[in-house]
């Protein structure tokens, strides 16, 4: 019924910026809020960051504190995960999720809604 696409991934260097979109179509009432995750090749997925519908809020992983921003566009149900200062260890591929979760979660259990995934890649 939900579903979510994300775009905005490519190659950038060391240094430079990269704006993800998080698209979701259908209802989204039943869920709290929305995450970013990553996952690069041989290594677990880990949360990046997320920011509820209502009242924003966004909370980040320290490995991205300071650097990355999540904002949401309410109205088009976008979500959206500006990457600035990235590092070759940025390089992954992103997938945005959604959780009915009412309070903060990094529970990748908690997100029960996943995007397809877009690549990103670092050159140093």
């Known amino acids: 019924q939900v579903q979510l696409v994300e775009s905005g991934g490519g190659l950038v260097q060391a240094g430079g910026s990269l704006r993800l979109s998080c698209a979701a179509s259908?209802?989204?009432?039943?869920?709290?809020?929305m995450g970013w995750f990553r996952q690069a090749p041989g290594k677990e997925r880990e949360f990046v960051g997320a920011?509820?519908?209502?009242?924003?809020?966004?909370y980040y992983a320290d490995s991205v504190k300071g650097r990355f921003t999540i904002s949401r566009d309410i109205i088009k149900n976008t979500v959206y995960l500006q990457m600035n200062s990235l590092k070759s260890e940025d390089t992954a591929v992103y997938y945005c999720a959604a959780t009915a979760r009412v309070y903060p979660t990094r529970q990748q259990a908690d997100y029960g809604l996943w995007g397809q995934g877009t690549q990103v890649t670092v050159s140093s």
């Open positions: 259908g209802r989204t009432s039943s869920k709290s809020a």
């Open positions: 920011i509820f519908w209502s009242g924003g809020s966004p």
